[in-house]
């Protein structure tokens, strides 16, 4: 059985003020409120006594670092069935980094839910996004490059992404 407490986690370690913002976009845009977790929490504490209450969590810090528990919170992730949604960041080059294939390569090895793939920042691209064969959701604005912008409609498309990202994570959170 899958629970319903869905985790946003990097693929590796992403700024953490970074991962915060763009989770607290996706909450709102998918109507639920945001809790967060560090990597160095117990992760079987915590997944042990989450409540299905329509939360999102955020997970800072590199998720597959083994902890002071004996396990990373990948692992737990998989071992108590709860859905996962991991953020990328896109090189300077705008490509791509090795960590999204790899990071869902591990949650496929450790049966980690993998509800999908975020880009954070950057401009989407959706010809390479097909070609790499990964489960990717969409993009979220990088937040502080988003408040130099001056144009209404900018807001308006940056939005819309956003409502397009959140839907296609709710559907395939449905098809788990």
Known sequence: MINSTPFIAGAGLLPESKMFKASLALSKAWGRRLIEFHRKDDPNKILGQLSNDGRLALLTGD??????????????????????ILIVSPLES?????????YAALCKT??????????????????????????????IPDQENRVNKQTETFYKKEDQNLEVTALRLWHQLKNL
Do not use: K
Not at 94 to 102: D, K, L, N, Q, V
């Open 94 to 102: 705008g490509e791509i980094p090795g960590t999204a294939a790899a």
């Open 110 to 139: 450790l049966s980690v839910p993998l509800i999908g793939i975020i880009q954070l920042g950057g401009s989407w691209e959706d010809h390479p996004r097909r070609l790499d064969n990964l489960p990717w959701c969409g993009l």
């Open 63 to 84: 998720p597959a670092v083994l902890n002071s528990f004996g396990q990373t919170w990948l692992e737990a992730l998989g071992a108590w069935r709860n859905p996962t």
